[in-house]
């Protein structure tokens, strides 16, 4: 099925196909980016298999007002000071999730902190108006590809693997926005973009360049450390061990005290929407139970399935 061209009177039909959890291409003043409703997981799930990512990197999610962001993350002073200066605009700010934050928590690989920002592009916040809710977006493009600034750029890279493209015409700055990890002590630039690193400085004062050596990166277009559970993982379980909680794909293995299902029909887009989610809750559980480790089930390297087996594999790598 060929990508639907939606002109900018149509809007209306972006926003519905979003909330139908949809995939659908839009422009900002950075590039064309393949949103989602962020709070569905199967969606969000949705956006990694069409651009082929490799693993689960956070997203940004877009708003369309810094108070809509705001009611996701905590603020800090800081991020006041930069949405008052610099939104709508290429700033992205990474905060802590606020505690009731409805985001999948694919959007955020697992992450206790929430990438956000607020466009500015007219026809963008249009649509984030009329959608009604975060939107997860990063660049419409396939996985390595060049980002894209116009329509036809998306359709090169993406035709038939999403449901729409809105037509917003070209992308004024052209390079994706800036992202300024504001969730601790220090202000880290985690990577430049359509913000000058010295305007942030101007107003907040200096910046660290970069994060530290093994420092888990909050940021999309970076090689990120994800969540891993303070329990051991053991992939690829035939059968259960002594202790061991369960990770299931498919009918689970029997014998399990406790068990939390990522896909019982065994699609792995459902699945991807379902891993941190599956990790966090349990490790949260199967230690009030005592129990030693999680068993996975095998999960096919097709599809999304290699995203999730790159996931659990770092997961279950030794703790330094």
Not at 156 to 185: F, H, K, N, Q, Y
Not at 260 to 274: G, K, P, T, W, Y
Request: hydrophobic share 45%.
């Amino acid at each position: 099925m060929r990508t639907r061209r939606l002109p900018a009177t149509h809007l209306d039909e972006a926003a519905r196909l979003l909330r139908e959890g949809q995939l659908v291409a839009f422009g900002t003043e950075t590039v064309y980016g393949l949103g989602a409703d962020a709070c569905n997981g199967e969606a969000v799930a949705g956006i990694y298999q069409a651009k082929g990512r490799p693993s689960f990197n956070p997203l940004i999610c877009h708003y369309h007002s810094a108070q809509a962001a705001f009611s996701h993350v905590v603020p800090n002073a800081l991020a006041e000071r930069l949405a008052a200066r610099f939104w709508p605009g290429p700033l992205t700010l990474v905060l802590p999730r606020a505690p009731e934050c409805p985001v999948s928590k694919l959007a955020a690989a697992g992450l206790p902190t929430l990438a956000v920002r607020v466009p500015g592009h007219a026809l963008a916040l249009d649509l984030l108006a009329a959608f009604g809710g975060p939107v997860a977006a990063p660049s419409a493009n396939r996985s390595g590809h060049i980002s894209p600034t116009r329509p036809e750029h998306v359709l090169e890279d993406l035709d038939g693997r999403i449901s729409a493209v809105l037509e917003c015409g070209p992308c004024p700055v052209g390079v994706e926005s800036t992202v300024l990890d504001l969730s601790g002590e220090t202000p880290v630039l985690l990577r430049p973009g359509g913000v000058a690193a010295e305007a942030l400085e101007a107003e907040i004062g200096p910046l660290q360049r970069g994060a530290p050596p093994g420092a888990a990166l909050a940021s999309p277009g970076m090689l990120a450390s994800h969540y891993a559970p303070a329990l051991p993982l053991r992939l690829n379980a035939e059968t259960l061990l002594p202790g061991e909680a369960l990770l299931a794909f498919g009918a689970p293995l029997p014998g399990a005290r406790i068990v939390f299902q990522l896909s019982a029909r065994r699609d792995v887009i459902e699945a991807a929407a379902n891993l941190f989610e599956g990790l966090h809750e349990l490790d949260a559980k199967a230690a009030t139970l005592e129990l030693r480790g999680i068993a996975v089930q095998p999960i096919p390297e097709l599809g999304l399935g290699l995203a999730i087996n790159d996931r659990l594999t770092r997961a279950s790598a030794p703790k330094a």
